[in-house]
């Protein structure tokens, strides 16, 4: 190869290394940058087998990606269709010992900003379905709903809105999940993180005879909801160092709560900022008091 020439501006993003012609006529692969000008290596070898060396060198060069469906062990990759007719995946967690004879508690888990679609992080890999659920799995008798919010011009705090697109289709996918699955409807539990945190809250608000319980974590609701809310066994977890979603939102909502007459766990952590996720799902005695937790009928 001579070396690489430039060639041509581009308004999209190519999705990987191209092989195909350039304006001249030659053979080589056009190498992809975010937006703006496209490196084009040509070849200098027999015309003849200029195709198949540029078709060769750019497949050598595709990002080795793993296949949609490797996922951990008990995850499962579900697809929900919308009303217009898209589509929105999700994942569902069954525990290995699954036995459709034995119905299971399930739990509607509610990511943060940083899952959503298009983010850094896929929803199973932060809060409650990373490694300390996983290590859990023996003492985690539940199937999960893990769902993927989508509407990123959406505000953070309303994303998960039982209001909002992405609360509604939330709520369907547990829906479908109950039916799909045996599920305890009596033991129906519903967390979140940060935007899920604020989720939470709204949900529990919405539909407050629906859930045994509830664990919003770092995030905010309306303390005028107290009313609706007060029946539902909460424990709330927040850091006191949190610069992303202050401490006072958790404050403010379980003092209502307590006015209201209810009884709510509030586990304030020292010195932790906006992650006390990972240090409150990391509380084996959550997943004792959640699980002992079931509606009467």
Request: proline share 9%; net charge positive.
């Amino acid at each position: 190869m001579p070396g690489a020439e430039r060639y041509g501006r581009y308004t999209k993003p190519l999705p990987a290394p191209c092989a195909g012609l350039n304006k001249a006529g030659k053979w080589g692969v056009a190498f992809p940058a975010e937006f703006g000008t496209v490196t084009f290596v040509r070849f200098a070898f027999p015309r003849i087998a200029q195709p198949m060396l540029a078709l060769s060198l750019a497949l050598s060069l595709l990002p080795m990606t793993p296949a949609a469906t490797a996922l951990p062990p008990g995850f499962v990759q579900k697809t929900f269709t919308n009303e217009d007719g898209t589509t929105s995946p999700y994942v569902v967690y069954v525990p290995e010992s699954y036995d459709a004879k034995k119905p299971l508690p399930v739990i509607l888990f509610l990511h943060g900003a940083g899952e959503s679609k298009g983010g850094g992080k896929m929803p199973i890999e932060q809060g409650l379905m990373n490694g300390h659920m996983q290590k859990q799995t023996k003492k985690f008798p539940a199937i999960v709903v893990i769902p993927q919010a989508e509407a990123m011009k959406t505000a953070v705090p309303g994303r998960w809105s039982a209001a909002n697109p992405d609360g509604k289709r939330a709520m369907a996918m547990l829906d479908a999940t109950i039916k799909e699955y045996s599920c305890d409807p009596n033991r129906q539990y519903l967390t979140g993180l940060s935007m899920g945190g604020f989720g939470t809250w709204s949900h529990a608000a919405a539909y407050p005879d629906r859930w045994a319980c509830i664990v919003p974590i770092c995030g905010g609701g309306n303390p005028a909801d107290a009313e609706k809310i007060k029946d539902i066994p909460t424990w709330v977890f927040h850091g006191d160092a949190d610069g992303a979603v202050k401490v006072e939102q958790s404050r403010t909502m379980i003092e209502a709560l307590r006015k209201a007459g209810a009884k709510p766990k509030y586990t304030e952590m020292a010195h932790v900022g906006h992650n006390s996720w990972d240090p409150a799902y990391a509380v084996d005695e959550l997943y004792l008091w959640m699980f002992a937790q079931k509606k009467s009928k």
